[in-house]
Every structure is written in structure tokens, then in C-alpha cells.
């Protein structure tokens, strides 16, 4: 049987011939990501072929999406070919995975009363733990001081994990990691055709669970507590991370009429869920409204107190999903649109996630690039706040038209970048740092990404007769959010430019909403009242949005260009 090789990480490993290497790489411990799920389409798990022979470099069902040069180099994509003898690869290095994202948010003041609750018997010396009004363990002696609580953002891309002191209302201390079920799929939709199989089912619950486990053994040691007196999890993310975190499937999800068969505003045993917290403890899902409007927007809403914020409040979390809810004097409507992971540095040809060395902020003026890195590392590639800022000052400087196309050669903007407009057979890209460029497909990516956004907004606005100047405040919510700068939301066109000044960020919303669930429990009911009476927006329905959609695609603050960009 041939012998796979890993020189970047001294491993070997025998396989049968035939079997793919994304999965020999798997076997050996080494994990690639491959977020489209081996589709070919992300060219996130390309390897460097050293040595040996591969048979079968284009799956029959693939797309081998690696750029002619960077083939010609020696690299493939591990999803998309099969070893047939001894090999020898090097798997790139991406640095470790230390996110940079806001792991807290804005949260409304609320009392101290949870739902877990636990009381002191000097007669017998045993405290009693309960659940509501049921008794969930007797503990010997006096064991109140020791009384916490985890809430947990289960986001498409991230997970962020919060201990909370459940006796004072004090957040502790929080963790955040990736969420290792992309490294499978990257989105929603493929994470549901994956999970609609019981092995892929399997894998995705079982990942994320060891995930979580070490997420939160990590926090109860910086806070020298045992993880047994953790007695309750809130659990709040979009609808199928929940489905899939709680072990069923989510192929309900994927097709009509979208039904939710996951049990919401409900309790379930952690034990049950494989949660490894105190062993009679507690899972509580938030409610959600539909299949598209989750839990995390759930808990964003009520941590963001819109139900009771007077006038109009639009509240938009910017990620894969791109949700968003509109408030008016608390009759609210809410809707999602399918942003893509291009907010998470996905599908882009030199995209990363938010980790050290990744590219976050960008200024361009008089030919000059002014980058800024997380960490302040060498710049190896963009995160989704660096890929808005590059996109942003691209449009501004006229290297592309107001429909994203690159300008020119011979014209006088392209004279003026011309250290850093680059033609590659017969492609245009924008060299932002040696490593790091931005190419027309980049570009499409953006204005894709943006445009739904806009357009959900836009949608949203017009469902409800109201115009972008009639909005009072806008929040916008999500990991990355406080990173991002509201001109360039504002030049891309994924905000209206009235909203400019009324723009708050408050950070990841529906970590901070769960946490309040943890603290209150009347909380609790009052979401479900909220979630009752919300309007859900179907924007698949509505059969306006796909015109409002294709004019969310330019970059409505450029003038129309006759000449001198590519396609014209």
C-alpha cells in the first residue's frame, strides 16, 4: 500500500491506494480545512506535491479551483485527489488558530434571578439544586459559593464560550476557537447537506462537543473551579448549528416548507448532549422564529432591548447569515439573507480568518497601500474587516467602477498603481502586500456578500413602508463587527449613507444575550412572547427582492464609467 509523507509535520501514514488525500491527511492527525465540503469549489486545502504521483486530479464532480500558477507550482487540492503511490506533501502553515473577534456584547441590564437555583439546609447540611421547581441534586454540606453557568455562541464559523458567576452576574472569563465543523463545510447549506447523512451527522455533533468540552475545561482551570459545579448551558446560535449540536439532523432545514423539528424554549440533559458540565446540569435552546432567523438573533434582539426601545431599530448581525431584525416601538420583523461566508475571509483568493497576520484594516492614498495586521505579524492574507476596508478604498480611488470592474492599463488611475495593479494572463488583481492580492472574482465575492445584505435591508424597509431615513438607530452585531469602519460599510453601499451617524456597534450580541438568559429567567418567557409575536420576512417569497438584489451589486457612491475598465 503506498506511504503518505507529511514533510511539514514529520508524519507518514499507509493508505490503500485510492484513498483521498484530504482523508490520509485526516487519519494522520492533520486537519485541512476543506469548508465546501470536498466540492473542489474553496481551494482552501491545497497541498504542495514534493514528490510521488496522483491519479485522479479532477473529482467527476468537482472543481479544482486553484489558479493555473499556483498549479503549475505543484500544488492540488487535497479534496480533489487520490494517492496511487508513495507521496511525499508539505501542508502550508496558517498560523495558530487565535481568533481576533469580539467575544462579548452590548446587553441590557437584568436582575439576578436564575433559572438554576440552589439553597441551603442547615438541618440535614445538604444544599439543594434545583431547576425551576424541580430538584436536580443534593450536594453534602454548604456548597452556594460554587454556582456557575456557560453561555455559548455557536456561530457557523466561531464558537465563543462565556463562564458566568451565577451567585454575583459576573462574567468571568470567555474563550473563542473555530468552530472545527468548518473545516468540513464552511456555510449553512452545506453544513446541512453534510449533516443529512448519519455519518456526516456523527462527525459534525461529535467535533463540535469535543470542542466544546475542551472550550470549557480551558475555563473552568483559569478560574480554579470544577467543571461539575457548572449546572446550566446556554446554548444560541442560528437554527441548523443548533439542530446539528443537539445530534439531530437538520435535513428539514435544507428544503421546503423549512420546518424547525428542533424542541426550542426548552430544557434538555447536558448528559444527553454529551455536554460535560455538572452531571445532573442542564442544555436550554433559546426560541427561534424559523428555519433563517435563529436563536442568536433571539438572543440579540432581547440583549439589545429592542422590544422595548422606543422609535425605529434596526439591528443587523454581518456573518454568513446574514440576520436582521426591525423594531418599531417594539413590533418587530425580522428576515435573513444569505450573505456567504465572504464576511469570514471564505472564497477569497488570499482570504483568512481573523488570525495573527491577517490583514484587518487597509488605506490607500497617492499610490501608497498603509495596511494593518492582527498582532501586528507579517501579512499573509485578508479577514473579512481587512476585505471590506481593500474593497472600500479600491472603489474610492477609482481603481474599480462603480459595477466592480478593474480599471485599465494606459489610463491614467492605472499609471497612478501601477506598482500595484498587476495583469495576470490577462487577470486583473491589486498586490496589497507580497503575499497578498485582490483579484476580480474577489471583488464578485464582496459585492455578492453586500448586496444580499443591502438588499434584505432594503427589503426588510419596504415590507414594513418605511424609508433608510426613518430609521433612529442602527446596531450592528456579530464577531467581527467592531472592527469593521462605517464609511466603508457606507462606500460599498452595504449601509445607506443616511445611517452614518446613527451607527452603533455592540459586539456578539447573541453571546451576550445567552448570558442574560443565564441570569434571568423571566427573561426567558419574555423572548418566547417576543418570538410569538415577531413577523418573519421569507425574502425567497417576496418577489421584488431579486431586483433590488442585482441594484445592491454596484457601488452606489462612483459615477457611471464609459471607459478605460476591463468589460467595457
Known sequence: MPVVSFASHNKQIIVPEG????????????????????????????????????????????????????????????CQVSVHGDINVDVPQ???????????????????????????????????????????NTEIGDTTAMFYGVAIDIGTTTVVVALVDLKTGQVLCSISSLNPQALHAQDVLTRIKLASTDEGLTLLHKELLLELNRMIGALAASEKINRSTIYEAIWSGNTTMLTIAAGKSPSSLGKYPYRVELNTASSVSSAELGLQIAQQGQVWFPPVASAYVGADITAGIMAADLPRLKGITLFVDIGTNGEMALSENGKITATSTAAGPAFEGMNISSGMRAVAGAIEKVSLKSGTVAIQTIS?????????????????????????????????????????????????????????????????????????????????????????????????????????????????????????????????????????????????????????????????????????????????????????????FYGV
Not at 56 to 70: S, T
Not at 101 to 126: N, Q
Open 19 to 78: 484513498t483521498l488525500l484530504l482523508k490520509a491527511a485526516r487519519q494522520a492527525g492533520i486537519f485541512i480545512e476543506s469548508p465546501c465540503n470536498r466540492e473542489g469549489t474553496c481551494g482552501k486545502c491545497k497541498v504542495l506535491l514534493i514528490q510521488g504521483y496522483l491519479a485522479g486530479l479532477r473529482h467527476e464532480k468537482g472543481f479544482h479551483n486553484v489558479a493555473p500558477e499556483v498549479e503549475q507550482a505543484g500544488y492540488v487540492l487535497s
Open 376 to 564: 501586528g505579524a507579517c501579512p499573509v492574507g485578508l479577514c473579512g474587516s481587512g476585505l471590506l476596508d481593500a474593497v472600500a478604498e479600491l472603489a474610492r480611488e477609482g481603481i474599480v467602477d462603480r459595477n466592480g470592474r478593474f480599471v485599465k492599463p494606459g489610463s491614467e488611475r492605472f499609471a497612478t498603481w501601477m506598482h500595484h495593479l498587476e495583469v495576470l494572463q490577462g487577470r486583473p488583481q491589486f498586490r496589497l502586500a507580497e503575499k497578498v492580492t485582490l483579484t476580480q472574482q474577489d471583488i464578485r465575492q464582496v459585492q455578492l456578500a453586500k448586496a444580499a445584505v443591502r438588499a434584505g435591508i432594503d427589503m426588510m424597509l419596504q415590507t414594513c413602508s418605511r424609508n433608510p431615513g426613518d430609521v433612529d438607530r442602527v446596531f450592528i452585531a456579530g464577531s467581527f463587527g467592531a472592527h469593521l469602519q462605517i464609511s466603508s460599510l457606507i462606500t460599498l453601499g452595504l449601509l445607506p449613507e443616511s445611517f452614518a451617524d446613527r451607527v452603533e456597534f455592540v459586539g456578539n450580541t447573541s453571546q451576550s444575550g445567552a448570558a442574560a438568559f443565564l441570569l434571568n429567567r423571566e427573561l426567558r418567557s419574555d423572548a418566547a412572547s417576543v418570538v410569538a409575536g415577531m413577523t418573519v420576512l421569507e425574502l425567497s417569497r417576496e418577489a421584488e427582492f431579486e431586483k433590488i438584489f442585482l441594484k445592491a451589486l454596484a457601488f452606489p457612491q462612483l459615477a457611471k464609467q464609459k471607459q478605460d
Open 94 to 136: 496558517t498560523g495558530p488558530h487565535l481568533l481576533s473577534i469580539v467575544a462579548d456584547g452590548k446587553c441590557r441590564m437584568v436582575s439576578l434571578d436564575p433559572f438554576i437555583g440552589k439553597k441551603y439546609d442547615p438541618e440535614s447540611g445538604t444544599t439543594s439544586v434545583t431547576a425551576g421547581k424541580y430538584l436536580l
